[in-house]
């Protein structure tokens, strides 16, 4: 951890809070409401939140303004009011972030690396890394053990690509971009179709690459496969969790969320501020409008508009899912009326 020492008056002036309270009070970590012992920090979203800060034991609490905190000691213990809780955690954890476990700057004496490779200044370059022919890695980029880069791909100024990470040939991966343990940037795309006597599966060539935008984490172990004539792409600031597949073809918009073990099919067009709960299947060709959200285990099948929310499998508007489960709960009871009918 870091060894800086925090108050929470210098909290309160890096998150740009309000203190009610004793400003001098120490601050000795971040933990929930539940596990927070005396020094620590906390933060409530709202009232479901504020009526358990009796019974806690952390010292500082960050809550948003407007909501009441009943109960509150301003003499021993100290409130700092924001407009956005989930924003100023963020801040804070950030404060209290250990030194990053990344390789040394400079290059490991183990890593191979092609005589017509360019890289760029004050890298941080890990063990056995292989930079193939013609690739690129921009300054201040970071490779862990274990990275292959391909003939002619790219690696953005400040990206960080984590253990075991492969990007494959032709493949561009922007600026600022955190790829966790294990993603495969690249692999063909899932393409086959019967031989001309039938008699095996041939597999479809894919001569296409990967384009990927600036501020795009992409979790462990996550695949985004190359097209099948063009590329595929995903769009600036883009967020996806652990186990995510991307099909073929794919064109994702900037600034989406994906939570873990979603499935998109080849040739599927997602907006921007797409929101994607864990366990979700998109069919191949789909179309997802700006600002769609997606309940998880959703299995969507068909186009979906901007704006609108779908749950369900198959996936359906929100309202219309809710209602056709309200039913299904129902009937039961219906069933027991009717057997009722048939003895008299």
């Not at 009232?47 to 806690?56: E, I």
């Not at 092609?114 to 200044?121: F, H, L, N, R, V």
Request: glycine fraction near 12%.
């Amino acid at each position: 951890m870091v060894s800086l020492q925090h108050t929470a008056a210098s909290i309160a002036k890096a998150i740009h809070a309000k203190v009610e309270g004793p400003s001098d009070i120490v601050c000795s970590g971040v933990a929930s409401l539940e596990e927070a012992t005396s020094g620590d920090l906390t933060f409530m979203v709202n009232a479901k939140y504020t009526k358990k800060w009796k019974a806690s034991n952390a010292t500082i609490g960050i809550v948003p303004f407007g909501v009441k905190v009943p109960n509150h000691d301003a003499t021993s213990r100290t409130l700092l009011w924001v407009k956005d809780a989930d924003i100023a955690i963020a801040h804070v954890l950030g404060l209290f972030q250990a030194e990053p476990d990344q390789p040394e700057v400079g290059v490991h004496a183990s890593v191979c690396i092609s005589p017509s490779a360019t890289i760029g200044k004050d890298v941080r370059i890990g063990p056995f890394v292989i930079i193939e022919k013609d690739a690129v890695v921009g300054d201040g980029a970071c490779l862990h053990g274990n990275v292959r880069l391909g003939r002619g791909a790219s690696v953005g100024a400040n990206t960080t690509l984590h253990a075991g990470v492969a990007i494959g040939h032709d493949c561009i991966v922007g600026d600022d971009c955190l790829f966790h343990a294990g993603v495969i940037i690249g692999a063909d795309g899932f393409g086959y179709c019967p031989n001309e006597d039938t008699t095996h599966l041939m597999k479809i060539p894919h001569i296409g690459n990967v384009r990927i935008g600036d501020h795009v984490e992409l979790g462990a172990n996550t695949c985004v496969d190359r097209g099948k004539f063009s590329a595929t792409t995903i769009g600036t600031g883009t967020k996806m969790d652990n186990l995510v597949q991307v099909g073929h073809n794919c064109t994702i918009g900037q600034n989406c969320v994906f939570s873990a073990t979603t499935a998109i099919g080849g040739s599927v067009t997602i907006g921007n501020w797409v929101q994607i709960g864990g366990n979700v299947g998109i069919a191949p060709h789909v179309i997802i409008g700006d600002g769609v959200k997606l309940g998880a285990k959703s299995a969507v099948m068909h186009d979906i508009p901007a704006g609108e929310s779908w749950i369900g499998l198959p996936a359906a508007p929100l309202q219309n899912s809710l209602r056709q489960w309200s039913a299904v709960r129902k009937l039961p009871k219906m069933l027991a009326k009717l057997k009722q009918f048939d003895l008299e």
